[in-house]
């Protein structure tokens, strides 16, 4: 059987890092959360988002807008919070209420202040190989492989999705590791064998248990960032999540994988919390810990 990695195990010590980090800095880091309607999956993550902030050290503001909120008033919200010097980090959580442009949002965040790694700036950084914030869940992917398998120069990951969330950045981050890396995608040819190829395999495309056992490379490092609600086969009619990978079999092949839940997603809010840091010691001249 595989070796589990436990996302919520590593999410703990990035957090612990944070937090002793925290302390050496001359102020407390401020992160601002904007929330937008009432999603109740949105309203989970954003408590928790909150919790792991304060429980670091930091302080967090929170921005509660109702459903009907305006375009604008969203975006004014965000240039405000922008100009405010006590507030080092802006998330916008999404998604946005249907007829909201979460990318125009986006396009409004600071770029200093931008933890999530979303803006044009910030991916524009990356591509360029130079210093920034990244990306919290690609980032999160790299963290769990290196936790297992050290380093990663030399291996070839397989990246299965090419979205700007996920896909793609996880492709520039997995080369600064010096990966050699392939993105699949839905147009691939002969994707099974392609995955077979990887010794480190991010299946990214939010399909349940699309990726079976016999895609995986003997002994590989499987990181699956898929959360799938899907029904269970029973009367009950209750759901459970699932990756984009059929994890029964797989880690019966996989030298290492990850749960869902309890692996990618704890490291999301972890790197967000890592972010937040290192956005408050950029903006503030601060010296830039090791974490």
């Known amino acids: 059987m595989s070796e589990i990695i436990d996302g919520k195990a590593v999410s703990a010590k990035v957090r612990a890092n944070v937090a002793q980090a925290v302390k050496t800095l001359p102020a407390q880091p401020c992160l601002a959360v904007v929330l937008v309607g009432n999603d109740p999956a949105s309203q989970v993550y954003v408590r928790s988002k909150i919790k792991f902030t304060k429980e670091c050290g930091m302080t967090s503001v929170e921005h509660r807008l109702p459903e009907t909120t305006s375009q604008s008033d969203i975006e004014k919200t965000v240039r405000a919070l922008n100009q405010d010097p006590n507030v080092d980090g802006i998330l916008v959580q999404l998604p946005l209420p249907e007829g909201l442009d979460s990318d125009a949002v986006i396009a409004q965040i600071d770029p200093a202040k931008d933890v999530d790694g979303l803006t044009e700036i910030s991916a524009g950084r ?136 309890g692996g990618v997603g704890p490291m999301t809010i972890a790197c967000l919390l890592r972010n937040t840091v290192l956005a408050a010691c950029a903006r503030r001249g601060w010296d830039k810990p090791d974490i």
């Open 126 to 261: 990356l591509s360029l190989g130079k210093d920034g914030l990244r990306p919290c869940t690609p980032t999160g992917c790299v963290i769990l492989a290196k936790s297992v398998l050290g380093d990663l120069s030399g291996k070839h990951c397989v990246i299965l999705g090419r979205s700007i969330l996920v896909g793609k950045p996880a492709a520039m981050l997995f080369l600064e590791q010096n990966c050699t890396v392939t993105i699949a995608h839905s147009r691939t040819k002969n994707l099974e064998a392609m995955c077979r190829e990887a010794d480190i395999l991010v299946p990214a495309v939010g399909r349940p248990e699309m990726v079976k056992a016999d895609w995986i490379k003997p002994g590989a490092c499987v990181i699956d960032v898929g959360i799938n609600r899907v029904a269970h086969l029973t009367k009950s009619g209750k759901t459970r999540l699932v990756g984009d990978v059929d994890y029964v079999a797989a880690a019966k092949v996989a030298g290492a994988i990850t749960p869902v839940p």
